[in-house]
């Protein structure tokens, strides 16, 4: 069985879609950003704010070589910035791993992350017109990596049973 990973921008449902899936396939989901919380014993803004955003990144990737080699099944729920640091993009290619983009419009992204930032250090102070400008810009460059994954699901307008369905069914 491969590993199943998710990926994605911050708030296109990477976590939630996982949980479900997870439910729903009965395999276990492993969340890297709580994995590397565990692994720091800090949250991710106190990672950010005592060691700065490279730490984090070089333990972001670190920790996702390690789930990538256990020989567990699992579906793995990446952090937003996962595939585009430390060449973690080219790992989204290997056989072992069944790799899917969860793509999301700005305006999706914007309604779900404007009262939901504060876990999130990269747009946590930003006001919302800010906020807007940076996903649309952000997103852009990301998509170059987030483009390497072997699937796509866009999550537009869909439920999160209606995502796992359409995840499901690209499985089968
Ligand atoms: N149809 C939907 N599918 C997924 N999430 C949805 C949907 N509708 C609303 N949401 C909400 O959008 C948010 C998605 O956040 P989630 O933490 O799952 O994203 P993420 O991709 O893991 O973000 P991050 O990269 O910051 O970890 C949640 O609050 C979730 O409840
Ligand atoms: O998009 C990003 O770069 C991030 C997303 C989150 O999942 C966390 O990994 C962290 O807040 C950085
Ligand atoms: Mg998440």
Redesign the pocket.
């Known amino acids: 069985m491969k590993k199943i990973i998710l990926l994605g ?2 708030g296109c449902g990477k976590s939630t879609i996982a949980q479900n899936l997870s439910k729903s396939i009965n395999i276990p989901f492993l969340d ?2 709580k994995c590397i919380e565990k692994r720091a014993n800090l949250s ?1 803004n106190e990672i ?1 704010e005592q060691h700065g955003e490279i730490y ?1 990144r070089k333990l ?1 990737h670190e920790m996702f070589v390690e789930l990538l080699q256990s020989s567990e099944n699992s579906i793995i729920g990446l ?4 595939p ?1 640091y430390a060449n973690n993009h080219e790992l989204l290619k290997s056989d072992t791993v069944v790799s899917i983009y969860l793509k999301a419009s700005i305006e999706t992204l914007y309604n779900r992350l404007v009262h939901n930032k504060s876990k ?3 747009i946590a102070n930003m006001d919302e017109e800010e906020m807007k400008e940076f996903i649309a810009k952000h997103l852009f460059d990301r998509s170059f990596y987030y483009n390497h994954a072997q699937h796509k699901v866009v999550v537009d307008d869909k439920t999160v049973e209606e995502t796992v369905e359409d995840i499901k069914t690209l499985l089968a």
């Not at 952090?79 to 996962?82: E, L, M, P, R």
């Open positions: 921008y911050m890297l950003d991710i950010f984090f972001e952090g937003g910035g996962t585009c999130r250090p990269l």
